[in-house]
């Protein structure tokens, strides 16, 4: 499947734009003509069924102009005092170019620690999940206004592979002022060879081909998104680097734009598939009666009516065993409640989950998406 075969098919797709891209470096005033023609590419996809999500740089960019800070390097406290300035005035700017196509913008803002903490990386996953089924156009940056040194994702790029990783997408763009990898660096060499395609695992030869420049507000240069690369192809995901500073950059890269695709062996379904079937240990164990077995077989997903017992602790979103009733392994995956929620409710329809537990959770103990059979 060439990169423009990939967008057109790509049920959700991840956008990652950067500063140098979005904001005047001078004046910190967003690029709103180009930020406006990104809108009619985003609600263009959004029109034929595509799910579309945001990765913005940019705050702190726009933010240190309005607070007066000067140019270079600023300090912790002046990044986070910058970003919480520019966050308010770039998802206004967000809000305003794609309300013009009726497109609602929810604006998400995570840490690391939301992707490694596994309680609140399934919550980070169920909300963007929610949002993009309502509609939404979920507008996501790191959130510099409480993040320190040590916890900091650090940059975009590896932020929305996290993102991307994280509610399985199919297909991450990062939008650069770079139009993908070279074999050495263009700047320092007009010799250097385009490398249109990256199939499977990165190389230590790709790794160095990579340069270490960054932008004058940015903290991502070619490393940082062969970092990402990284992240996504293990996932599942496919991923573009393409220059995005002219008009249109989605369409453009639609219609055949220079870039550099990086292929993964997999898909997103397949190596989530993977992940949970081999480098998530379990916390527990679920045992099932013969309809619920027979139901996931059939590719469905196990309901609390099917499951007869529940051993271990363990909370929502940590790996399980299922069992039948003689003890024998059939499947893993991630469970939907925690170990004694699941006890309360097995054996019960899933109209009977809220009386029972007092809030509404999922019909599903382990959805079928998170779920291996052995």
């Excluded at 970092?227 to 989605?250: E, F, Q, Y």
Aim: proline letters at 3%; one cysteine or more.
């Amino acid at each position: 499947m060439t990169g423009p075969d990939t967008l057109k098919s790509a049920r959700r797709i991840i956008v990652k734009i950067g500063s140098a891209l979005l904001v005047d470096p001078e004046t910190g005033a967003v690029h709103r003509k180009w930020l406006e023609s990104l809108a009619e590419d985003l609600a263009r996809f959004r029109a034929r069924g595509q799910e579309m999500i945001i990765v913005s740089s940019g705050a702190i960019a726009v933010g240190r102009r309005h607070l007066g800070l000067a140019s270079g390097q600023l300090r912790l406290e002046e990044s986070q005092a910058a970003a919480a300035t520019g966050m308010v005035r770039l998802a206004h700017a967000y809000q305003e170019v794609l309300a013009h196509h009726d497109l609602t913008v929810a604006q998400v803002l995570v840490t690391l620690d939301d992707s490694e903490n596994r309680r609140r990386y399934i919550n980070a996953r169920n909300t963007l999940e929610t949002l993009v089924k309502l509609g939404a156009v979920p507008l996501i940056n790191e959130n510099d206004t409480v993040a320190t040194d040590e916890i900091r994702l650090g940059d975009n790029d590896r932020l929305a592979a996290r993102v991307a990783s994280m509610i399985s997408a199919d297909a991450l763009i990062l939008l650069s002022h770079v139009d993908g990898l070279y074999d050495s660096d263009p700047t320092e060499n007009d010799g250097a060879q385009h490398v249109p395609e990256v199939r499977g695992a990165l190389t230590d030869q790709l790794t160095a081909m990579a340069g270490t420049s960054m932008s004058r507000d940015g903290t991502g240069g070619m490393v940082t998104k062969l970092d990402a690369a990284r992240i996504a192809m293990s996932a599942g995901v496919r991923m573009a680097i393409v220059d995005g500073t002219a008009l249109h950059p989605l369409k453009n890269l639609e219609e055949g734009a220079r870039c550099t695709w990086f292929i993964p062996d997999a898909n997103p379904k397949t190596a989530r598939k993977r992940w949970i079937a081999s480098a998530l240990k379990p916390a527990g164990t679920i045992v099932v009666d013969d309809g619920a077995l027979n139901a996931l077989k059939s590719g469905k997903s196990l309901l609390p009516a099917g499951v007869t017992d529940v051993d271990g602790e363990f909370d929502r979103g940590d790996a399980v065993v299922v069992k039948t009733t003689d003890g024998r392994e059939v499947a893993r995956g991630i469970s939907a409640y925690s170990a004694d929620d699941a006890r309360r409710i097995m054996g019960n329809k899933t109209s009977e989950i809220e009386p029972i537990l007092g809030y509404r959770g999922r019909d599903e103990m382990v959805h079928r998406d998170d779920l291996v059979l052995s």
